[in-house]
């Protein structure tokens, strides 16, 4: 559903970028196997020809300009992400650095969740018939805490890059090859 002048919001033109790099790895596979790139069955007698409605150059030209529109569609999603301003944590930014933000985030957040884990529990060593008990070198409800509070920035965060996905244009129409 373009926006007034025609063009694809941000979540429409991320879908459309993910189907041009389903559509070119079809095509890329009809051309390769047009060059007798052959899979772990075929055995070295077998002959590939093209069918009688296939048309080699026509998919070759088909992938060119559906390549050459993945890129420029990729171009205007990216200068999106620069111009698009988001509110973050009281901060104006852009959702190119939302974006990194965000993945900066899921990284903390996979570090904690193994860190809850090591905080969770007293290790007991046993040595030459006594036990030795390792405290575990952060308290399990600081590291807790911090866990809920990335989660829950995370959450915001994905909130407003959703909003933002939903109403900001991308300079791009779809149209057919």
Do not use: C, W
């Amino acid at each position: 559903m373009p926006d007034k002048k025609n063009n694809l919001f941000i979540y429409e033109a991320i879908e459309l970028r993910q189907e041009y790099d389903k559509h070119i790895k079809v095509l890329e596979n009809l051309i390769e196997e047009k060059r007798g790139k052959r899979d772990f069955l075929s055995r070295e007698e077998d002959e590939l020809q093209p069918a009688k409605d296939f048309d080699v150059k026509l998919i070759q030209e088909k992938l060119q300009r559906l390549q050459t529109k993945r890129v420029k569609l990729n171009q205007e999603l990216q200068l999106t992400n620069l111009k698009t301003i988001l509110n973050y944590d009281g901060n104006e930014i852009t959702l190119s650095e939302a974006l990194e933000i965000r993945k900066n985030l899921i990284k903390d957040i996979n570090i904690l969740s193994d860190k809850l884990n090591e905080s969770a529990y007293v290790k007991i060593i046993h040595k030459e018939g006594r036990d030795i008990l390792k405290e575990p070198k952060q308290k399990f409800n600081d590291v807790y805490q911090n866990y809920e509070n990335l989660l829950k920035k995370v959450r915001k965060l994905n909130q407003e890059i959703h909003r933002i996905n939903h109403t900001e244009a991308v300079n791009f129409k779809d149209e057919p090859l």
